[in-house]
């Protein structure tokens, strides 16, 4: 593993423009739950999948009774709010921060990213730290609103306060387009890059997992190298979209590829 460590972050440091995909497989290291793993959320409780299956519909039908649900229901993926980064967050902070990683592309919606200090994430399934509106797509802090006043006072739901229309959460549901911004930013970036790293993702989600395949239809404007990290091998694994799968946990694998990359670079 080591001599693929190496030849990993030699790779990384003569790329130009250097993309990471990163998903649940990153999240759970910091103590969140997926949802289809063997322990996931909808394994255990298949009624949860039922009724994350019905959200984005009560919202197009009923957003004052969405809010009212979405703030008086338990929490089936705990405290978001207060999850912690793990080392493979301020891993990718940290290539950022040395002008390596242009991008981070997230299936996750837990703002650990950010957290740990990355400026340039695409939150392709929103943020559970913000609010959008269904008209616009404007994001909002939360906090803005005063969300339990507006249940004590039955002024539910929030309203946008540039367009004045419905605000729901970041976070995209069941049954709803990817926000368009964040679709064509995300398109952008797969468009530009010429190294990929795959992190934490069984690249089974569509449309995320067409990203890397998108990447390698871009080849004939130039060669992406895609790199996965992840505990076990996937589609892309078996379907040769990637050219290296290093088998592992991502809070471990990407400090030890950082830090190669430092030694080749100071």
Request: glycine share 6%.
């Amino acid at each position: 593993m080591e001599e693929l460590i190496s030849k990993i972050a030699e790779l990384i440091i003569k790329s130009k423009h250097a993309v990471a995909l990163t998903g649940a497989g990153m999240s759970t290291e910091s103590g969140i739950p997926d949802f289809r793993g063997p322990n996931g959320i909808w394994t255990k409780n298949p009624d949860a999948e039922r009724k994350a299956y019905q959200s984005y519909f009560k919202f197009q039908q009923n957003p004052k009774e969405y809010w009212i649900d979405r703030m008086t229901g338990a929490s089936l993926l705990g405290d978001l709010i207060n999850a912690l980064p793990n080392p493979g967050h301020f891993a990718l902070a940290e290539l950022e921060k040395m002008a390596i990683l242009k991008c981070i592309v997230t299936q996750n919606i837990d703002n650990l990213h950010q957290k740990a200090g990355s400026k340039r994430v695409l939150d392709y399934h929103g943020n559970i730290s913000l609010l959008r509106c269904f008209s616009c797509d404007s994001r909002f802090d939360p906090r803005e609103f005063e969300l339990d006043r507006l249940l004590a006072e039955d002024r539910l739901p929030p309203l946008c306060r540039k367009c004045n229309g419905v605000l729901k959460s970041d976070v995209v549901h069941f049954n709803e387009a990817i926000p368009a911004d964040v679709a064509q930013e995300s398109q952008a970036e797969v468009g530009k890059c010429d190294l990929m790293l795959i992190c934490g993702t069984s690249a089974v989600v569509h449309p995320f997992a067409l990203l890397p395949r998108m990447a390698k239809q871009y080849q004939s404007k130039q060669k992406t190298i895609i790199i996965e990290i992840n505990s076990d091998p996937t589609p892309l694994t078996e379907e040769s979209i990637s050219d290296y799968l290093i088998q592992g946990k991502t809070g471990t694998i990407l400090p030890k590829i950082v830090e190669e990359v430092k030694k080749r670079t100071s």
